[in-house]
């Protein structure tokens, strides 16, 4: 079964940085690409982020394009994104999804709980 | 850019009932277009993929239609754990678009 863990979300001043985390498990991670989907009560879900099972093809958002910077380490299963020049209307809950394919385009069939930020000062 | 626009954005139903969601595009995205359901404070789980493609262990009561500008998901026999949230996807080719979502809640 598919196991997307988030972590590293939190409050924090507007202009500042955070670094989110998402360890998978249940799958073989490095065959997949990954993505992160962030959702707020106002604008619903919107993508954010995604990254190719090789890191070679990667893309952003307009809205944090310059801001974040997604990566991953297949060593450790794990997926992270970096967001810094917080600015308020980044406040959501963050999910990590996983796609279906290696490469970025296709739909998603795991993601996970979910982890707060909250830009606010 | 392509635009998703899901309705309708509250449903009420019984137990029993037949449901159907919409979520129509600004311009044809063939078939790529996936359904998910998500209950308050679980993940997103997908029921439907390619349109009309019925996901793994996705019970045959969800069923999903459409292509080019309009999809429907349909919920025959609704049962008491399909009360949720519903939203569409739109995905290819470093385009995902999510429709705004549907509660369907009991009536």
């Known amino acids: 079964e598919v196991q997307l863990v988030e972590s590293g979300g939190g409050l924090v001043q507007p202009g500042r940085s955070l670094r989110l985390s998402c360890e998978a498990s249940?799958?073989?991670?490095?065959?997949?690409?990954v993505h992160w989907v962030r959702q707020t009560p106002g604008k619903g879900l919107e993508w954010v982020s995604g990254i190719s099972w090789n890191s070679a093809s990667l893309d952003y958002a307009e809205p944090v394009k310059g801001r974040f910077t997604i990566s991953r380490d297949n060593a450790k299963n794990s997926l992270y994104l970096q967001m810094n020049n917080l600015r308020a209307e980044d406040t959501a809950l963050y999910y990590c999804a996983k796609d279906t394919h290696y490469g970025l385009g296709s739909y998603f069939d795991g993601w996970g709980q979910g982890t707060l930020v909250t830009v606010s000062s | 850019d392509i635009q998703i626009t899901q309705s309708p954005s509250t449903l009420s139903a019984s137990v029993g009932d037949r449901v159907t969601i919409t979520c129509r595009a600004s311009q044809s995205i063939s078939s790529w277009l996936a359904w998910y359901q998500q209950r308050p404070g679980k993940a997103p789980r997908v029921l439907i993929y390619k349109a009309s493609n019925l996901e793994n262990g996705v019970p045959s009561r969800f069923i999903g239609s459409g292509s080019g500008t309009e999809f429907t998901l349909t919920i025959s026999g609704l049962q008491p754990d399909d009360f949720a949230t519903y939203f569409c996807l739109h995905y290819n080719s470093y385009v995902y678009t999510f429709g705004q979502g549907t509660k369907l809640d009991i009536k």
């Open positions: 249940g799958f073989t991670f490095d065959d997949y690409a």
